[in-house]
C-alpha cells in the first residue's frame, strides 16, 4: 500500500492525475482494498481532477457496506480541498447518512493510530463535521475532547508516545477549527500552546517523526491568512519530520 501511495502522489505532484485514472479502471473490489488508505484518497483525488464521476460511482461501492469507511470521509474532504468552499460536496449525503457511525473518543487501535500516521482523525466525529463545514459543531467535541485524561485512556496496549499524539491532535485540530470560525486570536492561542508541547513530545522512532507540531501551526496559519508564517511552518514541519 505505501508504493502506490508514493506512485499517485507522485504522479498527481507532477499533474498527470489522468495516468491513475487509467491504472484504475479495471481495479475489483479486491484490487482497491489493496492500495491502502492513502492509496485510495489519491485515487480519488485524481478522479476528482480528472471530473470522472462515473468511475467514482463504480468505486465507492466497493465499501459502502463495510461499517465506518475511512473513504466516506475521505472523498468528501478530498472533494473540500478541490472545489470552492460554496460547491455542493458531492459526497456531503453519504456522509450525513453515516454520521452516526463516528464518535469521539473511541477506545480502539484505529482512533489512536490516525492520530500518529494521518494527521487527520478519520473516526472522529469532530472531523466529519469539520469536512460538512459545520465548525460549532466540531469545536464543540474537541472542546470536550481536551478534558479525557489521554495518558489513562488507551489503557493496555498504548504507550505514552500515544497519549501524546491524541492530545496534540486535539489541541492542533482545535486550532484549525477556531481558524475556521475567523476567531483569530484564540486560533493564534493555539499556536503558541502548541509550541508548549515540545517540552513533553517523546522520543519517536524515525516512521512516527512527522514534524507534527509545525505541520498543525502551518495548518492554522494557512487557513487565517498568513502566507509567510504557513510557509515557514511548513518548512520547519519538512525538516523536523522523517517523511513528510
Same mark, same amino acid.
Given at each position: 500500500?505505501?508504493?502506490?501511495?508514493?506512485?499517485?502522489?507522485?504522479?498527481?505532484?507532477?499533474?498527470?492525475?489522468?495516468?491513475?485514472?487509467?491504472?484504475?479502471?479495471?481495479?475489483?473490489?479486491?484490487?482497491?482494498?489493496?492500495?491502502?488508505?492513502?492509496?485510495?484518497?489519491? *485515487?480519488?483525488?485524481?478522479?476528482?481532477?480528472?471530473?470522472?464521476?462515473?468511475?467514482?460511482?463504480? *468505486?465507492?461501492?466497493?465499501?459502502?457496506?463495510?461499517? *465506518?469507511?475511512?473513504?466516506?470521509?475521505?472523498?468528501?474532504?478530498?472533494?473540500?480541498?478541490?472545489?470552492?468552499?460554496?460547491?455542493?460536496?458531492?459526497?456531503?449525503?453519504? %456522509?450525513?447518512?453515516? %454520521?452516526?457511525?463516528?464518535?469521539?473518543?473511541?477506545?480502539?487501535?484505529?482512533?489512536?493510530?490516525?492520530?500518529?500516521?494521518?494527521?487527520?482523525?478519520?473516526?472522529?466525529?469532530?472531523?466529519?463535521?469539520?469536512?460538512?463545514?459545520?465548525?460549532?459543531?466540531?469545536?464543540?467535541?474537541?472542546?470536550?475532547?481536551?478534558?479525557?485524561?489521554?495518558?489513562?485512556?488507551?489503557?493496555?496496549?498504548?504507550?505514552?508516545?500515544?497519549?501524546?499524539?491524541?492530545?496534540?491532535?486535539?489541541? &492542533?485540530?482545535?486550532?484549525?477549527?477556531?481558524? +475556521?470560525?475567523? +476567531?483569530?486570536?484564540?486560533?493564534?492561542?493555539?499556536?503558541?500552546? %502548541?509550541?508548549?508541547?515540545?517540552?513533553?513530545?517523546?522520543?519517536?522512532?524515525?516512521?512516527?517523526?512527522?514534524?507534527? *507540531?509545525?505541520?498543525?501551526?502551518?495548518?492554522?496559519?494557512?487557513?487565517?491568512?498568513?502566507?509567510?508564517?504557513?510557509?515557514?511552518?511548513?518548512?520547519?514541519?519538512?525538516?523536523? &519530520?522523517?517523511?513528510?
Amino acid at each position: 500500500p505505501e508504493f502506490y501511495s508514493i506512485y499517485f502522489g507522485i504522479l498527481l505532484s507532477l499533474g498527470n492525475s489522468r495516468e491513475i485514472k487509467d491504472f484504475i479502471s479495471e481495479l475489483d473490489a479486491e484490487d482497491y482494498r489493496k492500495m491502502g488508505v492513502k492509496g485510495r484518497h489519491q *485515487i480519488f483525488r485524481a478522479l476528482l481532477l480528472e471530473g470522472d464521476f462515473d468511475e467514482i460511482n463504480r *468505486i465507492q461501492h466497493f465499501y459502502r457496506d463495510q461499517g *465506518i469507511s475511512w473513504d466516506v470521509v475521505n472523498w468528501a474532504y478530498a472533494y473540500n480541498t478541490i472545489f470552492p468552499d460554496d460547491s455542493l460536496n458531492y459526497f456531503e449525503t453519504q %456522509l450525513r447518512e453515516r %454520521l452516526d457511525e463516528f464518535n469521539d473518543p473511541q477506545d480502539t487501535w484505529d482512533y489512536g493510530i490516525s492520530t500518529q500516521f494521518f494527521h487527520n482523525n478519520h473516526q472522529s466525529r469532530a472531523f466529519a463535521h469539520y469536512v460538512l463545514r459545520e465548525f460549532e459543531e466540531a469545536e464543540a467535541i474537541l472542546q470536550d475532547l481536551r478534558t479525557v485524561d489521554w495518558d489513562n485512556y488507551f489503557v493496555g496496549y498504548w504507550t505514552k508516545k500515544f497519549h501524546w499524539h491524541t492530545r496534540l491532535w486535539v489541541e &492542533g485540530f482545535l486550532g484549525i477549527t477556531l481558524a +475556521r470560525q475567523g +476567531r483569530t486570536e484564540e486560533a493564534l492561542a493555539q499556536v503558541e500552546y %502548541l509550541e508548549s508541547m515540545r517540552i513533553t513530545q517523546p522520543h519517536m522512532v524515525n516512521r512516527l517523526k512527522k514534524g507534527s *507540531i509545525s505541520y498543525y501551526q502551518a495548518r492554522i496559519y494557512a487557513i487565517l491568512g498568513m502566507r509567510q508564517e504557513a510557509v515557514e511552518a511548513l518548512i520547519r514541519s519538512i525538516q523536523e &519530520g522523517k517523511i513528510n
